[in-house]
């Protein structure tokens, strides 16, 4: 988490240098806090936005002027989560663990209760930016309102001891239904990746549609959260930036997100522009067409970088079969795929104005839920050498794709 709430270009070198830490984050130097004097007992009701602008692009979201949360106890959150028990942690990223929680309500006057799942972001005490983190996701989470963005529901803000309330997310990231094995977790359908696609692409879209644009800088498989039915919602906004002024084609700022995912203008200048994000996504759609991590060194060489190696392959319908996950068994419809991969080209475009907005990529990615076309009866073996050579030459390199990292993907 960094979310920076000035609208002002922050300053960086003329140069500079970028280089892949050991947790699979990029960063272009050391980062120093410059907020001095901070009152941790008020939440800014600074508002960056225009509540009418976000609901006029999309109609079921809305942006609200000042944050609308409650305020639990550290009492309540022990209780909720059990004392914060290891058997209860979701994940954990850079800003602390996350816990499953059961929140209980009971009516006045009434001995019956009910209660409601929610999970719990504890800040660790070692963490770097700390405070700032907290207090930026409060101010923008709790203002912002889409069913495609994880809801804040409150925090807790007693001494030390910063949390944060979330909605809770049945079926957890899609990074983990993509790039896990086991009983736990089902191999996606297809149907199900554009259902997730389309959402997490409407996220995007609402985000950049306000009038004060936002840039998520962040997007990437392990933080778009999915609820009971699929529904794809975008979380952890710490590296969110307010976008540039209508007078400037992009902010300057330190190099900062996930190695693999991060557009290569940004990493390259440190220049972050609105359809940066874009980039990401088309990451994320080569991810779910092929079941493949963005970066993996346990690839083969020049197979590492997953962008680099495949796109040869999205511009050509022989070789897209061969790159398609296979987890999906052949049941999809190629046609439908093509499209996708077309599209996946696009948002990779190495100069960001040739990249297509993301209000582009919602309607592009809904022609082709709404042309509803049917997979092909699949080819056995014995049909198409071709297909046992796909599966073949994929089952090595699935396996080493599931070996430990070295970091825990941050969770909900």
Not at 342 to 362: D, G, H, I, T
Request: charged share 20%; proline share 5%; with cysteine.
């Amino acid at each position: 988490m960094g979310l920076c709430w000035s609208s002002s270009p922050s300053k960086s070198p003329s140069t500079t240098t970028t280089t892949p830490a050991s947790t699979g984050n990029i960063s272009s130097g050391p980062f120093k806090s410059t907020t001095t004097g901070t009152s941790r007992s008020t939440i800014s009701n600074f508002s960056g936005f225009s509540a009418a602008s976000g609901e006029d692009a999309y109609p079921e979201g809305q942006i609200l002027p000042n944050p609308n949360l409650r305020i639990f106890s550290l009492a309540e959150l022990r209780a909720s989560t059990r004392n914060f028990k290891s058997e209860n942690v979701l994940g954990e990223g850079g800003f602390g663990k996350v816990f499953k929680g059961w929140l209980e309500e009971k009516g006045p006057g009434s001995h019956s209760s009910t209660g409601t799942v929610i999970a719990v972001k504890k800040l660790n005490s070692e963490s770097f930016q700390g405070f700032e983190e907290w207090q930026c996701e409060v101010n923008f989470l709790g203002r912002i309102s889409h069913p495609n963005l994880v809801k804040l529901l409150g925090y807790c803000l007693e001494g030390d001891d910063l949390l944060l309330v979330y909605e809770y997310m049945q079926k957890g990231s899609l990074e983990n239904h993509l790039f896990r094995k086991g009983s736990v977790v089902q191999p996606l359908s297809w149907e199900i990746r554009l259902k997730i696609a389309i959402g997490a692409a409407k996220g995007l879209a609402f985000l950049h549609a306000s009038e004060k644009q936002v840039i998520y800088r962040d997007f990437k498989a392990s933080n778009i959260l999915l609820d009971a039915s699929y529904n794809a919602k975008l979380s952890d906004f710490g590296l969110a930036k307010l976008g540039p002024s209508a007078s400037q084609s992009h902010i300057t700022t330190r190099v900062m997100g996930t190695q693999g995912y991060a557009a290569p203008e940004y990493v390259a200048t440190g220049h972050l522009y609105v359809k940066s994000d874009n980039y990401g996504f088309g990451v994320v759609l080569a991810e779910i067409l092929t079941g493949l991590r963005a970066v993996d060194p346990l690839r083969p060489t020049g197979q590492q970088n997953l962008t680099d190696w495949i796109k040869p392959h999205l511009s050509e319908r022989r070789k897209l079969r061969r790159i398609m996950d296979p987890r999906l068994e052949g049941k999809y419809p190629f046609k439908s795929a093509f499209r996708v991969a077309q599209l996946a080209l696009k948002c990779l475009e190495p100069e960001q104005k040739n990249r297509p907005s993301m209000k582009e990529v919602v309607e592009s990615l809904e022609l082709v839920l709404a042309a509803n076309e049917k997979p092909l009866e699949r080819r056995t073996a014995r049909d198409s050498p071709s297909v046992g050579h796909q599966q073949s030459h994929y089952r090595r390199e699935h396996l080493t794709s599931f070996q430990p990292r070295q970091t825990v993907a941050r969770a909900h």
